[in-house]
């Protein structure tokens, strides 16, 4: 029972071992998710969501249904007492009393942490803000392991929005976590963070390539030497050395101008022309909804995986909702030597902190007038410290020595 009671806040939340644990888990469940398992009849899942969702909310209540338990549902909060100006503490403390396990989404960052802290039951994030999405990691970590067989030495390209897609900053971990490559391709300014590049090359050991265009394959000396310094109109050639391309959409509100937004995504699009000179077994995913970076053509290639990757999500959470609620334990196995393993956060003394706040205004501690800013040490640089809700860095007025 070694995930039953337990939160999912973060994709840091689970080790490796456990990860595996819950994907042999969903193999079962796979099998039974047409016709569904009775073992939680008398649990309810309350699915509080702040922001719209299509897959997630339904994939969690269509997997509590499939168990056998019930759902209430909150798919629009400013129909509930939040519009009020109820908290997430006093909102998730009143649902605990209905409910025997929580899905969150909301639109601040550290939002489902502060769930988590206050709720007496299991808290599942479904999404806070640009923040993290761990079930939708899992789900994508289960469709390379499903088609795949591995993670090990597989080179994966992570392509759109790395700044604000949530969904890739957790996958981006997930992926390094078991000895993948990654590549990050974006627009300039929509860049992953800075911090989250950092972490993975300190901690996880994993360098990525970066570029802002599929295009700027051309640029690279190695990929010049392999074409011998041919040139070619189309230079995908990109994408022959990936197993994975994992598509985001390149979001319009981003750019400053039209101009910039339609120069911009047409560097990101893939069609059948684009696909047609990647490996014959890549796989193309996408976290869903798309608008044009994915051309309908390419639904009919066997390459394109993004429904067969949505429709996992219902065996992963029917998983992960039965582990932690207890009626169905995922058995771990003994880690190996390198595996990742959650570790106890180490918190700065808030009285040494001079009243420093978290510079993330889309952090919850701005906008959540009871939260006291707390923050963490990190391990990839000594005079740096994160918020404990958002984990934005910030340069700690401590210095470097006080976490001896």
């Given amino acids: 029972m070694a995930l039953e009671g337990r939160d999912?806040?973060?994709i840091f939340d689970l080790s490796d071992r456990e990860i595996e644990a819950i994907f042999d888990l969903a193999d079962e469940m796979d099998e039974h998710k047409d016709v569904g398992l009775k073992i939680a009849d008398g649990s309810i899942l309350c699915t509080l969501f702040y922001e719209p969702s299509t897959r997630t909310r339904l994939s969690f209540e269509a997997a509590m249904e499939r168990l056998g338990g019930g759902v209430i549902s909150v798919a629009d909060a400013s129909s509930t007492s939040v519009a009020k100006g109820e908290t997430i503490a006093d909102t998730v403390r009143i649902i605990e009393s209905y409910a025997d396990i929580i899905v969150i989404r909301h639109p601040l960052e550290g939002s489902a942490r502060v769930a988590a802290d206050y709720a007496s039951v299991p808290v599942i994030n479904a999404g806070d803000g640009a923040h993290e999405h761990p079930t939708q990691t899992l789900l994508d970590l289960y469709t390379i392991w499903r088609e795949k067989g591995k993670f090990r030495d597989l080179s994966v390209a992570l392509v759109g929005d790395l700044r604000y897609g949530r969904t890739v900053h957790s996958l981006a971990f997930g992926l390094a976590r078991f000895g993948a490559n990654v590549t990050l391709v974006s627009p300039l300014g929509l860049e992953m963070p800075a911090p989250l590049v950092e972490r993975l090359r300190k901690e996880f050991g994993c360098t990525p390539t970066q570029c802002h265009s599929l295009a700027d394959v051309v640029t690279d000396p190695k990929s010049l030497k392999r074409r011998k310094g041919r040139q070619k109109a189309l230079a995908t050639e990109l994408l022959a050395t990936f197993d994975a391309v994992y598509v985001t959409r390149v979001q319009k509100e981003r750019f400053e101008s039209d101009e910039a937004y339609q120069t911009a995504?047409?560097?990101?699009?893939?069609?059948?022309?684009?696909?047609?000179?990647?490996?014959?077994?890549?796989?193309?995913?996408?976290?869903?909804?798309?608008?044009?970076?994915?051309?309908?053509?390419?639904?009919?290639?066997?390459?394109?995986?993004?429904?067969?990757?949505?429709?996992f999500g219902l065996p992963v959470r029917m998983a992960l909702l039965a582990a932690l609620l207890g009626k169905r334990p995922a058995k771990v196995k003994r880690a190996r030597k390198g595996?990742?393993?959650?570790?106890?956060?180490?918190?700065?003394?808030?009285?040494?902190?001079?009243?420093?706040?978290?510079?993330?205004?889309?952090?919850?501690?701005?906008?959540?007038?009871?939260?006291?800013?707390?923050?963490?040490?990190?391990?990839?640089?000594a005079d740096t410290v994160a918020c404990a809700y958002c984990e934005h860095e910030v340069r700690s007025p401590l210095g470097s020595d006080e976490r001896r």
């Fill in 8 to 10: 999912l806040v973060s």
């Fill in 265 to 311: 995504k047409q560097g990101y699009a893939i069609t059948q022309e684009v696909l047609s000179r990647a490996q014959a077994d890549a796989l193309v995913m996408h976290p869903l909804p798309r608008v044009d970076e994915l051309a309908y053509e390419l639904d009919r290639d066997p390459r394109a995986v993004y429904f067969r990757q949505a429709a």
């Fill in 339 to 381: 595996d990742y393993r959650p570790e106890p956060r180490r918190e700065v003394d808030f009285r040494k902190m001079a009243q420093l706040k978290c510079p993330n205004p889309r952090c919850v501690t701005n906008h959540e007038s009871y939260l006291r800013p707390q923050f963490t040490f990190v391990k990839h640089a």
